[in-house]
């Protein structure tokens, strides 16, 4: 099935269940997880709620972490789907200050806002690589945004192709 078959299936299932997730457990479980999958990413490289320590009593749990060889490579932080999305309220600043990941995710699961790790470290610009609502986008749309940027998701990539 192609990309975007997917994502547009996708999206209607998640209109027919979004009644059904009441908190950001279930937001993450039914509607994040499911998007990882679909970008191709395998659930074993996948690691939920990894503990990054900050210090004496610190410890804070990144949603999920895309792991390569045992390294972080992608960060995803979640929100229930009713909360909205701002960089300077995650901890995706934070977690990227811990980890070797070069990406990041910040979602609600309806809104996917996609950062590399020196958009969110930097003061100036903030704004996501890219961004879509995955109920008002369409797939094609969608799918297209996703395979031009291709090499951000691809954990085998060496090099960092955002600078």
């Given at each position: 099935?192609?990309?975007?078959?997917?994502?547009?299936?996708?999206?209607?299932?998640?209109?027919?269940?979004?009644?059904?997730?009441?908190?950001?457990?279930?937001?993450?479980?039914?509607?994040?997880?499911?998007?990882?999958?679909?970008?191709?990413?395998?659930?074993?490289?996948?690691?939920?709620?990894?503990?990054?320590?900050f210090g004496v009593k610190k410890s804070?749990?990144?949603?999920?972490?895309?792991?390569?060889?045992?390294?972080?490579?992608?960060?995803?932080?979640?929100?229930?789907?009713?909360d909205n999305l701002d960089i300077h309220d995650s901890r995706l600043s934070k977690y990227f200050r811990k980890t070797k990941a070069k990406y990041g995710l910040l979602t609600n699961g309806l809104v996917y806002?996609?950062?590399?790790?020196?958009?969110?470290?930097?003061?100036?610009n903030q704004e996501p690589l890219f961004e879509f609502k995955i109920t008002d986008t369409k797939a094609a749309i969608i799918a297209k945004m996703i395979e031009d940027h291709k090499d951000y998701f691809n954990v085998d990539q060496k090099t960092n192709v955002a600078s």
């Open positions: 099935m192609e990309l975007k078959d997917e994502i547009g299936q996708f999206a209607v299932r998640i209109k027919k269940m979004l009644p059904q997730v009441q908190s950001e457990d279930l937001t993450r479980n039914a509607l994040v997880m499911p998007f990882i999958q679909i970008l191709g990413f395998d659930p074993s490289e996948v690691q939920s709620e990894a503990v990054l320590d804070k749990k990144v949603d999920y972490t895309i792991m390569k060889d045992g390294e972080p490579t992608i960060l995803v932080e979640c929100k229930h789907h009713n806002r996609f950062y590399t790790e020196k958009m969110v470290r930097s003061k100036k």
